[in-house]
């Protein structure tokens, strides 16, 4: 599913912890942008499978997962199959100023870009922040993961402020490429006081539990 080597910026040591987490996500970024479409559609079909493993989402009435960016592992396969089940799925929506919400997902077909750089948005009702409450798992997008179980995002912190509204030991699951989990005692990710971190990790290899 992957060839790719493990980026990691040894050049930038010594940089404050923002400008070193920028080298990672422009790294890992560079290594995306050369993932051919074969390549990603046959880690999407293998990450819904592996993801459909995960213990917690045997009892799961509602997930929240995402629509994902051309780059990022693709969630489609994923959707549908968690769709198939009967489970009622909440997707991230931008309101105005940035703010936090969630929509349920109708269908690939309902998807669209609302605009440039943004990931697929349902045209469903935005149901605010507080919605996350109501996932008995969520699926979070990551450049990167640590066994630890730090997170690397996108920079815009938006998942951090997010999982702030999800119920308390609500099993957390980051999906990434198998080359983007990192090992915390030899090449720990860069992390702030803020950051969240997830409780497994999903690869089109396997799940791994991080955090009992």
């Given at each position: 599913?992957?060839?790719?080597?493990?980026?990691?910026?040894h050049?930038?040591?010594?940089l404050?912890?923002?400008?070193?987490?920028e080298?990672?996500?422009?790294?890992?970024?560079?290594?995306?942008s050369?993932?051919?479409?074969?390549?990603?559609?046959?880690a999407?079909?293998?990450?819904?499978?592996?993801v459909?493993?995960?213990?917690?989402?045997?009892?799961?009435r509602?997930?929240?997962?995402?629509?994902a960016?051309?780059?990022?592992?693709?969630?489609?396969p994923?959707?549908?199959?968690?769709?198939a089940?009967?489970?009622?799925?909440?997707?991230?929506v931008?309101?105005?100023?940035l703010q936090?919400?969630?929509?349920?997902?109708?269908?690939?077909?309902?998807?669209?870009?609302?605009?440039p750089?943004?990931?697929p948005?349902?045209?469903?009702?935005?149901?605010?922040?507080q919605?996350?409450a109501?996932?008995?798992?969520?699926?979070?997008?990551a450049?990167?993961v640590?066994?630890?179980?730090?997170?690397?995002?996108?920079?815009?912190?938006?998942?951090?402020?997010?999982?702030?509204?999800?119920?308390p030991?609500?099993?957390?699951?980051?999906?990434?490429?198998p080359e983007?989990?990192?090992?915390?005692?030899?090449?720990?990710?860069?992390?702030?006081?803020?950051?969240?971190?997830?409780?497994?990790?999903?690869?089109?290899a396997?799940?791994?539990l991080?955090?009992?």
């Amino acid at each position: 599913m992957s060839s790719a080597a493990q980026p990691y910026p040894h050049a930038y040591e010594g940089l404050e912890t923002r400008e070193l987490k920028e080298a990672f996500r422009a790294a890992i970024r560079d290594v995306r942008s050369t993932r051919s479409p074969r390549r990603r559609a046959e880690a999407a079909r293998a990450l819904a499978e592996v993801v459909e493993t995960v213990p917690d989402l045997a009892t799961a009435r509602c997930v929240a997962v995402y629509a994902a960016r051309p780059t990022e592992p693709d969630t489609g396969p994923l959707l549908e199959a968690l769709a198939a089940r009967g489970i009622r799925l909440l997707i991230p929506v931008l309101g105005s100023g940035l703010q936090r919400e969630w929509a349920e997902y109708a269908g690939a077909d309902d998807l669209r870009q609302r605009a440039p750089g943004r990931p697929p948005e349902p045209s469903t009702p935005p149901l605010g922040a507080q919605a996350l409450a109501e996932a008995d798992l969520i699926v979070a997008p990551a450049l990167a993961v640590d066994t630890s179980g730090a997170r690397l995002g996108q920079g815009g912190g938006w998942y951090d402020r997010a999982l702030a509204h999800a119920r308390p030991g609500v099993h957390v699951v980051a999906l990434v490429f198998p080359e983007e989990v990192y090992d915390a005692t030899t090449h720990p990710l860069p992390t702030e006081p803020h950051d969240l971190g997830v409780d497994s990790v999903a690869t089109p290899a396997g799940w791994t539990l991080l955090r009992p």
